[in-house]
């Protein structure tokens, strides 16, 4: 497998704007400051006869698993088809010495004086075992699902599965805590660079290590110290200053358990699309990332009902160039907050996204556990802080060129783990992208992700072909979903079904207890509040007579408190007449005479409501959408 990777003048041509300007100003400093021989000073190796610490990032996984030891979660995987005869020993041989290369492969994880430590052990030959597979993707899962012990180890397991005599595919398995996606790249073209060599009988030439990960570790934290960590703490406490994650419509309540089985839904964005989208960030000065950070927040936007939306992403953390090829646990979480708002455009949303994303990377080697911290963000059981969705677009790793008399060819490791909510990875195919949702199926139906697939890419569509056009007009449905909606009836998520409004709005309470359901005035209430309130009520309504085929009038001024008392009343089984404080008394007993309500619901009869009532759903028997909702005079309505 070979591809063309961009010059170094063409990345950083393709940052954002405020990117560039920002590593503009660390080469500037770095110019003005350096001794003359800088350029050629590396990251220091580390006293090998003391404790290694760990990076922020391994410290929070390695904190993690011992929260809950062996997660599958935290594995990371990367498979390819090797097609033509294979020489079994030379890649054995090829796989050792990679791992004797690079020490991360090679760490366990301990404590030591009651700190976290890693310790990197002697090379010594990796198990290749080789199997029959009649069933490649269960195999794949099995393995990849398998736990690891990172105070024991290895945390790196390797696999040939043997679809025929000519057709093998080799698994490669890692715990997160020693690689990332890029690094299984690095592992995996230079697995294919020693296998070449060995399996003709010639020497492996392979560049030396530049920076071993352990190394990396001590300086990281050596460098994210004092003034200069307070500085990138202060830059995110000012960003998200009052973040809260959108809250999105589930299909099951959470329990306060956290993420663990899922799935994944595939669907692909074509190539002439990705291209369109590329075309659309540059003209922005920005990257095909952004674009698809900004799609996504913009769909969030739709579904959540928020304009101030927070998503999550990865920085590469490779910011030097003596790291490229390192092998290791580089990448580092920063959180994106964008408001989206329905009239701007998407030309607009990726202007404001380009600037969010440019200052984010520029803050991006803080540790996430030290920006949760800092910002005082709420922690909650079986949530992720900050943000509920992952958005990623995975970077062309290193070109693993096939060795000569085999063809090779990427394979999908299926996943059946959920880190957050949703996660959405575009990954590049050809001059596509692969688009994979995962999601937690405690949460969500594979028919909602289904969905929000086909709007994501429906919302693409719409802002490559219009992208001046105002967010909130962007289509969700295709034309053709559109009409047979329409035509028959049918709506996004089926048949109309024949509920109660009382009935639906239970249920989204249930679904999104802490979303904002109401906002009148300086008053904000989520749906749990607003759902008990109105429940009390309820009941009250009901022992004083409220039913079905009943009115309730309501002399209420327009605060929250008139749509309690609208929900109430629905609750109950009644009807609504509502009636304006400012209309003339002569004008209100004509409307009661008319309209003969059951009861009169003022602001007096309203702080008469006992706070012993229940707030638990009131009995709905004999309610049916077809009872009056509500009656309203109009200045026709009886000629008077």
């Not at 596509?432 to 969500?444: I, K, M, N």
């Not at 309504?541 to 605060?559: D, M, N, S, W, Y």
Request: glycine share 6%; aromatic share 6%; proline share 8%.
């Amino acid at each position: 497998m070979t591809s063309s990777n961009p010059s170094k003048r063409d990345r950083a041509e393709a940052l954002p704007e405020q990117m560039r300007e920002a590593l503009r100003r660390r080469l500037a400093g770095r110019a003005r400051n350096a001794a003359p021989d800088a350029a050629a000073r590396g990251i220091a190796r580390a006293d090998r006869d003391r404790p290694l610490p760990l990076s922020f990032a391994q410290q929070r996984l390695w904190f993690l698993d011992r929260l809950r030891p062996g997660d599958a979660r935290y594995n990371s995987a990367v498979a390819v088809r090797l097609t033509g005869p294979l020489r079994h020993v030379a890649l054995q041989r090829a796989l050792d010495l990679v791992v004797e290369r690079h020490e991360a492969l090679r760490t366990t994880f301990d404590e030591s004086d009651g700190r976290p430590a890693q310790t990197v052990h002697p090379a010594a030959p990796v198990p290749l075992p080789l199997r029959d597979t009649a069933d490649l993707d269960a195999d794949l899962l099995a393995e990849y699902a398998r736990p690891f012990d990172l105070r024991h180890g290895p945390l790196l397991r390797a696999l040939l599965l043997r679809e025929s005599d000519t057709v093998h595919v080799l698994l490669l398995t890692a715990h997160h805590i020693v690689t990332d996606g890029w690094s299984m790249g690095v592992v995996l073209d230079e697995l294919c660079t020693a296998y070449a060599a060995l399996a003709q009988g010639d020497d492996v030439h392979l560049p030396p290590v530049a920076v071993q990960y352990p190394d990396f570790a001590v300086w990281q934290r050596d460098r994210l110290s004092g003034e200069r960590l307070e500085r990138h703490l202060a830059h995110w406490r000012e960003h998200l200053a009052g973040a809260v994650a959108p809250e999105l419509p589930l299909d099951r309540p959470r329990r306060g358990e956290e993420a663990g089985a899922g799935a994944v839904h595939t669907f692909t964005v074509p190539a002439p699309l990705t291209a369109r989208l590329g075309e659309l960030a540059r003209e922005r000065h920005t990257t095909l990332h952004t674009a698809l950070v900004a799609a996504t927040q913009a769909l969030l936007a739709r579904w959540s009902g928020r304009d101030d939306i927070t998503v999550g992403s990865l920085t590469p953390g490779r910011t030097r160039t003596d790291l490229e090829r390192a092998v290791g646990f580089y990448v580092n979480t920063v959180v994106l907050r964008t408001r989206v708002e329905p009239a701007a455009s998407f030309r607009d949303l990726l202007t404001s996204t380009a600037d969010t994303v440019g200052s984010a990377f520029a803050h991006g080697d803080t540790p996430f556990e030290r920006i949760v911290e800092a910002v005082g963000a709420v922690r909650e059981a079986g949530r992720n802080p900050l943000f509920d969705v992952m958005v990623l677009l995975h970077p062309d790793p290193p070109a693993a060129t096939a060795p000569e008399g085999l063809a090779t060819i990427p394979v999908t490791v299926p996943r059946q783990a959920a880190t957050f909510d949703l996660s959405v990875e575009f990954v590049p195919d050809g001059e596509a992208l692969t688009g994979l949702l995962e999601y937690r199926t405690d949460l969500f139906d594979a028919a909602t992700a289904e969905r929000m697939a086909g709007q994501l890419l429906r919302l693409l569509e719409g802002a490559a072909a219009a992208p001046d056009r105002p967010l909130g007009a962007l289509p969700l449905l295709s034309e053709q979903e559109a009409l047979r909606a329409v035509a028959t009836g049918v709506t996004e998520s089926g048949p109309v079904e024949d509920a109660t409004y009382p009935d639906l709005f239970a249920r989204q309470a249930a679904r999104t207890p802490d979303a904002l359901a109401l906002v009148a005035g300086g008053e904000r209430l989520d749906y749990a509040t607003l759902n008990a309130r109105a429940n009390r009520l309820a009941h009250h309504l009901t022992a004083l007579g409220a039913g079905p085929e009943r009115l309730v009038a309501l002399r209420l001024p327009r605060t929250a408190d008139m749509i309690t008392a609208i929900l109430a009343v629905w609750k109950s089984g009644a009807g609504y007449l509502p009636l304006d404080p400012a209309l003339p008394e002569e004008r209100v007993a004509y409307l009661l005479d008319d309209a003969r309500p059951a009861l009169v619901l003022d602001e007096e009869a309203l702080r008469a409501v006992p706070d012993t009532a229940p707030a638990t759903e009131p009995a709905r028997d004999g309610l049916d959408p077809r009872n009056t909702a509500y009656v309203i005079y109009t200045s026709g309505s009886t000629g008077r």
